[in-house]
Structures are given as C-alpha cells and as structure tokens.
C-alpha cells in the first residue's frame, strides 16, 4: 500500500502527517510506503515549526525534509490520498478525476466532517494543536485499513 498526504505548500502539514503515520504504521506493523506533495509548492524547506513539533512529538527530524509538488505520478502510484481539506481534494479531483476515487480528506476517509487546520504562520501552539488532529486521524485510518 502506498499513501500520500497532500496539503498546500508541503511544509507543514502534509509533513507532519508522513512522519506521523510512518511512526504509528511502523510500530503497529502496517507495511505502507508513506509520503506527502504539496499542491502550490514555493518553499524549499519545512516550515521551523513543524520541525519543533515533530522532534518534540516523536524525537524525529525532518528538517531536511523537501517539499515536492504532487504530480500525476504521485497520484498514480499512490493507492489512497489523503488531503488535509476539501478544496485539496477538490483541486486533486479536478487535475486528476480519472483517480478521483482514491482522492479523500483524512477527515471524511476517517467518517468525520472537519478539516485539518492550517497552522502556516502560526505559533508553535496550532502546529501542536494541527499534530493532536493528524494524530487523531492517522489512528483512525489504522483501524480502518
């Protein structure tokens, strides 16, 4: 299985919810190729932070982390595609509808209604508070695979 999280810029939430699931995944066993893409990338660097935030949540860096814009391969390879809002998958759904069945928020795929918070250029605080979202759904998403 392959996932990919979409989100904005790549930079912040998106990256969180990789390093999040490949955490999770890993310690449950769920064997998954997991990556993220941005829809309107700018940014050649994660966003501080989400950095701050993944090294206190799991001890991790993704400091290095480059964020990509998500491309038609991505969106093939991938079996399942998670973004962070409905106008994320709106957009995913337009460029690419012949994938459009794979294409869901994290929210709707985990049977809920909200979206994920953007917390670009925000404090540290909504990065956190974005994180306890993703973790939320991320565990979710593992009862359900």
Known sequence: MQILFVCTGNTC??????????????????????????????SKSPSVHAVATIKSLLGISIQDH????????????????MTMSPSHKAHLDSVFPDCAYKIHTIAEFCGEKEHIDDPFGGTISDYSKCAAQLQKYIRKMEELL
Request: no cysteine; aromatic share 6%; proline share 4%.
């Open 13 to 42: 939430r998106s990256p969180m919810a990789q390093e999040i699931a490949k955490f999770n995944f890993k310690n449950r066993g769920i064997d998954a190729i997991i990556e993220s893409r941005g829809i309107y990338v700018v």
């Open 66 to 81: 480059v964020p990509k814009r998500v491309s038609r391969d991505d969106i093939e390879k991938a079996s399942l595609i």
